[in-house]
């Protein structure tokens, strides 16, 4: 059974096909989708998708790239939101400074009253980092959530890893870590604890092989379980419940 903890069925892509992707996913073994938003929008067709099946939670917040559309008022609408059945998390939330589509500062700003919010919530974040490492792991040592958090999507080194799990953050690794060119999110892995790691697919970004080129979907984080217990020196039957239980645990689900 596999747990795709980070997913995007709100995304136009996959959002009116979305009974369809989900029955594919069950028959892949697919049992909890957490879909995640990044605006309101999205956080939106989140909190609906967790009403309309069972197989999906939520979470909500704002993506770094929008930073710019942050207020007071959608910050309360966010926090109104982020108290629906079904919400299991707020994010994502985070740095951005490969697009640089709002400016750093207003980030680094956003970030910190989103993680304020989270606490708050007594909600766990989802984390995204891109290219804000130092200034990334300066907010949480100064700004820490409280009710945990995990570097979604995994880009970085081992030593970043290891630094990320001192602060005892959750790593989520997606398609990329299955590449054939992605010798440093392998080596990552073997850095993390194996109870410290979760999957995911960012879909519809992001396939892995051999799905490579075309629209992911969380059927495709199979493939992500198996990369990892590969690296990891363990049979699937043995990694896949592991990481089922971390998920659990990180969103405090039965």
């Known amino acids: 059974m596999f747990f795709d903890t980070h997913a995007h069925l709100n995304d136009d892509r996959l959002y009116e096909q979305r009974h369809e992707v989900l029955s594919r996913a069950r028959e892949a073994g697919v049992v909890r989708i957490v879909n995640i938003g990044y605006d309101l929008e999205s956080s ?5 998708l967790a009403g309309e099946d069972p197989m999906c939670q939520a979470a909500v917040g704002l993506h770094p790239h929008d930073a710019t559309t942050f207020s007071g008022k959608l910050a309360g609408e966010l926090m109104e939101l982020a108290r629906q059945p079904g919400v299991v998390a707020y994010g994502e939330i985070g740095l951005d400074y490969h697009y640089d589509n709002s400016p750093r500062d ?27 490492h130092g200034d990334m792991l300066g907010i949480l040592q100064a700004h820490p959530p409280a009710a945990g958090g995990v570097m979604h999507c995994f880009s970085g080194s081992y030593e970043f890893a290891r630094e990320c799990v001192r602060l005892g953050l959750y790593i989520s690794f997606a398609g990329p870590v299955t590449f054939k ?20 697919t960012d879909c519809p970004y992001l396939s892995p092989e051999p799905r490579r080129g075309r629209v992911n979907e969380p059927a495709n984080v199979r493939y992500v379980a198996e990369k990892i217990a590969e690296i990891k020196g363990l049979p699937l039957d043995e990694m896949a419940p592991i990481l089922l239980e971390n998920a659990n645990r990180f969103f405090r689900l039965p």
């Open 44 to 48: 939106q067709r989140a909190v609906s």
């Open 181 to 200: 060119n992605a010798p440093r999110q392998q080596h990552a892995v073997e850095g993390v604890p194996n109870d410290r790691i979760m999957v995911e």
């Open 106 to 132: 207003v980030q680094r700003e956003v970030m910190i009253r989103q993680l304020a919010m989270a606490n708050e919530l007594e909600l766990p974040v989802i984390i995204h980092n891109r290219e804000s």
